[in-house]
């Protein structure tokens, strides 16, 4: 059984920088992909960004291009979301995500464990 935890949301003023981190645990996680995705209400779970097991490849959706950036330390098990200029319509619940693969995707339904997520809002 996986479990992943996000940690890392909170409160922030439009422009500023938050880090998201997300710590897996029960499988192997250096050889698994991940990704990061968000939700607001009423709105389907939208892709963010992702990375590939090694770390090599990258993805991210249009709207977070050159702003976030996907990372992670297999040694610590963990992934992480640096997020820069942050905008009021970032505002989201972040969830990360592990993918039985190692290859990156940015399609929701082709990742296998989710985290319970963390609330990220941005204010005007």
């Known amino acids: 059984q996986v479990q992943l935890v996000e940690s890392g949301g909170g409160l922030v003023q439009a422009g500023g920088s938050l880090r998201l981190s997300c710590a897996a645990s029960?499988?192997?996680?250096?050889?698994?992909?991940m990704g990061w995705f968000r939700q607001t209400p009423g709105k389907e779970r939208e892709f963010v960004a992702a990375?590939?097991?090694?770390?090599?490849?990258?993805y991210y959706a249009a709207s977070v291009k050159g702003r976030f950036t996907i990372s992670r330390d297999n040694a610590k098990n963990t992934v992480y979301l640096q997020m820069n200029s942050l905008k009021p319509e970032d505002t989201a619940v972040y969830y990360c995500?592990?993918?039985?693969?190692?290859?990156?995707?940015?399609?929701?339904?082709?990742?296998?464990?989710w985290g319970q997520g963390t609330q990220v809002t941005v204010s005007s």
């Open positions: 995500a592990l993918r039985h693969a190692s290859l990156a995707t940015m399609k929701r339904y082709e990742y296998d464990y």
């Open positions: 029960g499988r192997t996680f250096s050889s698994n992909a």
């Open positions: 990375i590939s097991w090694s770390g090599g490849i990258t």
